[in-house]
C-alpha cells in the first residue's frame, strides 16, 4: 500500500545495497541482495525465520562485513569506515529492539535521558528536560515519566523503547519485529506510531516482520526475502499478486495466524 502521507524524496538514497553476499562457511545467507531506501521511505523486510533479516541489519550498522557487494548507509560505505565514522555514523541510526532493551533499573525519564548523556556532554539541564518530554510526547506516553518499565505494558516499553531511538534525531530506524509479541490492538497502536515517527521525523526505515498487516499498514515498499535473495520488492499489492509460489504460500501461512 502506498502510504501518502510520507515525503518521499526518490533523488536520495538514505540506505543502498548492491550484490551483497554473506556466507557463514557453508551456510549462504545472502546471495546477492539489492536494496534501496529513500528518504523518507518505509520499507519492510518481510522472510521467514532464519532467512537472513538480522544479518543483513548486522551489516547495515557494521557489525558484519560482507563477502562481497556495496552496502552504503547515508552516503558511507559502511565496511570500509574506520571505528570512530562508524561510530559517527550510527549516532544516526536508531536502531527499535524486538525487546525493547530498557534499563530496568531507571526509570523511564533516566532511560530516555541516558542516550543523550552518553553522546553529547555539553546539553544543559532544560535541553535535557524538552528532549525527554518531546519525543515522550511523540509516543503518547507523556504521563509515564516517572514510572519504571516493570510498571508499563509491553506496548508501552516498545514506545519508550521507540522514543529512546528518537531522542538522538536519528535519520535512519530499523525496526526488528516491532509488533512480535503484542495483542492486535496493541499492534495497530504501534504500526500508528511507526507512521508517525515517519511524518513527525521524516525518517528514512526499514521494518523487519513477518505480522502481514504490520507490513501492510507501515509499508512504501516490501522486500521480500526469500532463499538468500528479495524475490519481490514493490508495494504490498504488488507483491502479492506475484503468483510465485513461495511469495503465495508465506502470505497463506502468516495471513491465517
Ligand atoms: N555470526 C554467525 N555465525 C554463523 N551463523 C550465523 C551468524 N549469524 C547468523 N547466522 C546464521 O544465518 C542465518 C540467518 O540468521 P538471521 O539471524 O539473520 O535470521 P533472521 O531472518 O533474522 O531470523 P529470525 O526471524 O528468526 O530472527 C541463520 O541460519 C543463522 O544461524
Redesign the pocket.
Known sequence: MENNAHKIDYNEKAISIKGLYKS??E?H?LKGIDLEVHKGENVVVL??????????IKILVGL?KPDAGVVQVLGKEVDKLNQKELDALRLHIGFAFQSSALYDSMDVRQNLEFPLLMNFKNLSKAEVKDSVEEVLDAVGLIDKLNQMPSDLSGGQRKRIGIARTLILKPKIMLYD?PTSGLDPITSFEINELINEVQEKYNTSSII?T?DLTCAKETCDRVAM?LDGTFVKTGTFEEVFEDQDERIQSFYNYNFIK
Not at 47 to 56: E, M, P, Q
Open positions: 557463514f562457511g551456510l545467507v522472510g521467514k525465520s532464519g532467512t537472513g533479516k538480522s544479518v543483513l558484519l519485529e523487519i513477518h526475502l
